[in-house]
């Protein structure tokens, strides 16, 4: 097999740039390329949303193939648009499924990604592309796995294919209806406990890790963690008792070209390490641009999905007798928070808002250039996710100097280690308790850090910019996976 480079294509419901929801979309948008650049043959299959219509290249010029995919009694035609200016992407376009505002979140999310699972196995008929490996992604992607290995392995064309199936997020596990069934072909013996049932629905989750090869997790403690009562969202004892053997943990990266406060042409002022004071206007700048008292005091930084999952439930706590968040404001610090979700949280901070006005940035939207602007503005980065498969901001925040404050779980206790004064290592502050008191607590720590011994504050800033997490390492991890799953 020398000479010929390894296949792999990766599916998946989101992709950066392409179309992005969370962090998913940064994973497939940045490995796949990654990946060619150490020789393999790295491709990505993703529906055509109505979103990416006309905005990234020519549809007409892009136009590959067309052709039937059969959901039961239904068939419906799938057209196959071709774009390699980044890396060879497929994109499946149906103006009944993915011809509508958002990814997700539709009555028909089986059916929808049903016919994409189905479709990318099809395709594979109509390009002269033969994966060794299928590499899926989340319970989108999970039937691919198990009508791979009941549907279509004995075919000589497909009996050859392996499939990885990652995990970024248990939580979310496509449970539906048995009409899944139908337009999965399958017979209802299929809902049993050792095949896709679950509490009487159909999982799809569970059809990607029964069914894969191999599972893989986004760090090596998010792996270890899914295996227990309290994070493995009731699939803990499928996977500790049966999987356990197939599962590893793989810590995401990020792009080093683009998170790097040296040309990002975002930020106010371009700094390195070298040259962190400049890293102080990029803060008094914000602080004018955005209507903030212009001054130095700590500035917390929040860029988030504003879901439970991230802990702002902490936030509501109270300590004291007093709300979390007015104790943070009592001290002498801003903050600042940019994101979207739900609208209990988005009220808490427009509540805010009103009440520190010259003090707080409430941005609920999402906007790329802002994140970059609050990662190099912001002195510390709050973090206190319940559960949290690798997560990115952490990383990002210590790319660009803002000194993470994170619960230590999943991906933040991987890749955030609690500052010691004697050794002087770490690169941020963890706690561990789900509480708002311990939250509280470690913005404390940093606070008096930051006031008190700014050298120190300095250290840990210098000790996180300099730490290594880039895609190369993560690449390696899953050549090296790819090539063992072949044996
Ligand atoms: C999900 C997880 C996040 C992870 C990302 C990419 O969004 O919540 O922790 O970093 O997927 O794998």
Not at 8 to 19: M, R, T, V
Not at 96 to 115: H, I, M, N, Q, V
């Amino acid at each position: 097999m020398k000479g010929i480079p390894l296949k792999c294509l990766f599916i998946s419901s989101e992709a950066a740039p392409y179309a992005k929801t969370g962090g998913l979309a940064d994973v497939v948008g940045a490995l796949p390329k990654k990946l060619r650049e150490q020789g393999i043959d790295a491709r990505v299959a993703m529906p055509y949303y109505k979103s990416i219509e006309g905005k990234f290249f020519k549809q007409e010029e892009h136009f590959l193939t067309s052709y039937d995919v059969h959901l039961g009694w239904r068939v419906q035609g799938v057209g196959i648009y071709y774009d390699d200016s980044i890396v060879p992407t497929y994109f499946l376009k149906s103006d009944t499924y993915f011809s509508r505002p958002d990814l997700y979140g539709y009555k028909d999310d089986y059916e929808r990604f049903a016919f994409f699972c189905k479709g990318v196995l099809e395709l594979i008929r109509h390009i002269d592309f033969v994966p060794d490996v299928i590499h899926c992604n989340d319970w989108q992607t999970g039937p691919l796995c198990l009508l791979l290995k009941d549907k279509y392995s004995h075919d000589p064309l497909y009996a050859n294919i392996k499939t990885v199936y990652t995990i970024h997020n248990m939580k979310y596990q496509g449970i539906f209806g048995k009409e899944a069934l139908d337009v999965l072909e399958l017979p209802l013996d299929y809902m049993s406990q050792d095949r896709i049932e679950y509490h009487g629905a159909v999982s799809y989750m569970k059809a990607g890790l029964i069914y894969a090869d191999r599972i893989t997790t986004v760090s090596p403690t998010y792996a270890e963690e899914i295996k227990t009562y309290e994070y493995g969202c009731g699939l803990d004892r499928l996977l500790s008792q049966k999987l356990y053997y197939k599962i590893e943990g793989i810590l995401n990266g990020i792009d080093y070209d683009i998170y790097n406060p040296k040309i990002d042409p975002h930020i106010y002022v371009n700094y390195t390490s070298r040259s962190l004071k400049r890293k102080k206007e990029n803060k008094l700048l914000f602080q004018k641009e955005y209507g903030l008292e212009q001054r130095d005091c700590m500035l917390i930084g929040i860029v988030s999905r504003i879901t439970d999952q991230k802990g702002f439930d902490l936030m509501q706590q109270t300590m004291d007798n007093i709300w979390i968040m007015d104790k943070i404001m009592q001290l002498d610090v801003q903050l600042v928070i940019l994101g979207t979700g739900e609208k209990e949280y988005e009220d808490m901070f427009r509540h805010l808002a009103y009440k520190y006005r010259e003090r707080t940035g409430v941005f609920l939207t999402f906007d790329e250039a802002l994140a970059q602007k609050i990662y190099a503005a912001s002195d510390v980065f709050l973090m206190p996710s319940l559960f949290e498969p690798c997560g990115l901001g952490q990383l990002i925040a210590m790319r660009y100097g803002s000194v993470p404050i994170v619960r230590k779980t999943g991906g933040l206790k991987d890749t955030v280690i609690h500052y010691s004064m004697e050794t002087k290592q770490g690169t941020g502050f963890e706690f561990e308790d789900c509480s708002g008191y311990w939250m509280y607590r470690k913005i404390e720590e940093a606070y008096w850090y930051y006031n008190e011994h700014p050298d120190h504050f300095k250290q840990i800033q210098l000790n996180g910019m300099k730490q290594g997490f880039s895609w190369d390492d993560a690449a390696k991890s899953y050549i090296k996976l790819y090539k063992d799953v072949m044996k």
